[in-house]
């Protein structure tokens, strides 16, 4: 079975490449420019250059590799960034979208796509599959017009919605434990929000849910994350903790105490019910995430 990943270059890609090569599946890696994916030469791995904004790139990829499914994880991913870049959040995150879902109909590719906890409001907290969205900022509102437009995919959808995903990065992007182990190395006090709440998602059981959706052609909305609840603040301390460093370098603010461009959603974190009935789907804790995470 051939699958096409985009955004291979990013912090997922690595972990969906590896562990769909690992399960026996043929990947297709595509990203923005040239591959960055620390993945041996194999029989079973091609990576094709492929900005997704391309319409005619798109098109003459698929045409080529005609895949069985396409993973979808490639986006402008940084809320901030898509606030202060509107157009450019809307072009990559919508548009992008739609031209690859046009191009996997043409070959009935099933259509996974990465969502994000972003799409709802942050006030009611613990979010079923089935709640209502309700964006707060540009990041959120591109994921969800994204959403609407893989809903009306004719040949089987899959939308996986997940939360602060972290684990050890191979591709450049640091995850928020990594970041806050180089805060702390540097010696620098650093403020982290204690007002908002997050069920923090382990990279690997994040992509082992992933390939359980893939396996089973299980389509619909499935919400995939860790099963604790923690601020980021509360995150951080237990980062330092583990890594035994000086956990009061770290400062709890709220939003109203420290801007950014973009607005975050105040509780999200998931019911993930739906996936462990379906998929199988489990999740360590956040603890031993950190174990695998700095090992
Ligand atoms: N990480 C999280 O905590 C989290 C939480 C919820 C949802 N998600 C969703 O999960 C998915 C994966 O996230 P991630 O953490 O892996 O993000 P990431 O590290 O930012 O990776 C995204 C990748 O998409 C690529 N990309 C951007 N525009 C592209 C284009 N026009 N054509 C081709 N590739 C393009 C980027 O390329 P360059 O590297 O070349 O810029 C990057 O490699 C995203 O859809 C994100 O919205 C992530």
Redesign the pocket.
């Known amino acids: 079975m051939k699958i096409l990943v ?2 291979a ?5 690595y972990y969906l490449v590896k562990q769909l090569m690992d399960k026996g599946f043929f990947v297709i890696a ?4 040239a591959c960055r994916v620390p993945v041996k030469q194999s029989d079973s791995f091609v990576y094709s250059e ?4 391309d319409p005619f790139r798109v098109h003459d990829v698929f045409a080529q590799m005609r895949p069985d499914a396409v993973i979808h ?6 809320p901030d960034e898509c606030e202060q870049d509107q157009w450019g959040a809307y072009r ?1 995150n919508v548009e ?1 979208t739609i031209s690859l879902l046009l191009n996997a109909a043409e070959y009935k590719s099933h259509f996974i796509f ?5 799409v709802f409001d942050g006030i009611k907290g613990m979010y079923q599959e089935n709640d209502l969205a309700n964006p707060v900022n540009y990041y959120g509102k591109t ?1 969800s017009e994204a959403e609407e437009a893989v809903k009306e995919y004719e040949y089987g959808w899959s939308i996986v ?5 972290y684990g050890k990065s191979y ?3 640091k995850s928020f434990p990594e970041l806050i182990k180089e805060k702390l190395e540097k010696k620098e006090v650093y403020y982290v929000f204690d007002d908002q709440v997050r069920t923090p998602t382990y990279a690997e059981d994040l992509v082992s849910g992933i390939v359980s959706v893939i396996e089973k052609k299980a389509t619909g909305i499935y919400h995939l994350s860790g099963g604790e609840i923690l601020t980021p603040y509360q995150m951080a301390c237990e980062v330092a903790d583990y890594l035994q460093m000086d956990r009061s370098l770290l400062k709890p603010v709220t939003a109203s105490e420290l801007s950014q461009p973009a607005l975050r959603p105040l509780k999200t974190g998931f019911i993930t019910g739906k996936a462990k009935r379906d998929l199988g789907f489990k999740s360590i804790g956040f603890r031993e995430g950190l174990e695998k995470t700095f090992s």
């Open positions: 985009t955004g270059n990013g912090f997922l890609g595509t990203g923005k420019g492929m900005d997704f904004t994880s490639g986006a402008m991913s940084k990559v992008g990465l969502s994000t906890d972003f994921k919605r997940t939360i602060t995903v591709t450049g992007r």
